[in-house]
């Protein structure tokens, strides 16, 4: 699949999966849905690997990636499900927005891959005023919420770190076989999660509840991890995290029509500010260039 066509696949994915995950675990509880959604998905990966007889291979730089790509699918995926409980699904598309500037920041604490320029400090000011914003919105819910908000954004921050970590050890193995190798290895995990927060199986999974659990597996944990690897191996990551300039908006729309979840002029403002933060952000040298138009023209910036 091409570059361009990945992208777009992906921000589809990414808008209809916070919905999906608050759907699937009605009636049958989040562990259930999301060890449900990661077993099924973990089979199916391997199943394509079989079929289209991909290289999956076991040594030690390998076995390190799938382990990585595992702890952080399995730690950020099951905050969101938890969080979902409690929170408006658009609110967790909205919260990864931060992701880019996440990654950004630690890329550059811990590679010195991108420098903290002004327009990107700018981009990270307008993030957090919106990101409090948010979390103002949350208090007026209830504690639960609240605790939604600080669970997504922790999630968040391990989802950018995984991001980065997997592109500085991947050594050209296949994208689908990270995923199939994360979620192998973190099997065992999603297992323990089911029993210390459910520990039976539902007696009635609603079809709603059910066909989403089936979309996050195919689409979800297959389809859409492993084309995140995909473009994650030729772009950098900050660029890959462009995606959720589109996704906050467009699963707020979902939620709110699908799932008529309220969209307050807070949300909105809060959103704006978020958005706005991650354009800075990421086109911050032409902020710099607008902020200090000699120092650009004379090749300083």
Known sequence: MSIPLSYITVIAIWTTTPLAIKWSSEGAGFAFALSGRMILGCLLALLFIALMRMDMPWHRRAVKLYTISGLGIFTAMTLVYWAAQFIPSGWVSLLFGLSPILTGVMASLLYGENELTPGKLVGMALGTAGLMIIFVSSMELNIEAVYGIIAVLVSTTVYSLTAIKTRHYNAGIPALSIVAGGLLLAMPLYGFAWYVFDGEYPSDIPVRAGAAILYLAF???????????????????????????????????????????????????????????????????????????????????
């Not at 949300?267 to 933060?277: E, P, R, S, T, V």
């Open 219 to 301: 689409f979800g944990s297959v389809i859409g991890f492993a084309l995140f690897f995909y473009i994650l191996k030729h772009i950098s990551a900050t660029r890959v995290s462009l995606i959720t300039l589109i996704t906050p908006i467009s699963a707020l729309l979902l939620g709110r029509y699908l799932n008529h979840e309220p969209i307050t002029i807070k949300i909105m403002f809060g959103a704006g500010l978020i958005i706005a933060g991650l354009a800075a952000f990421e086109f911050s040298t032409i902020f710099n260039r607008v902020l200090n138009p000699v120092r650009s023209e004379t090749g300083h910036d």
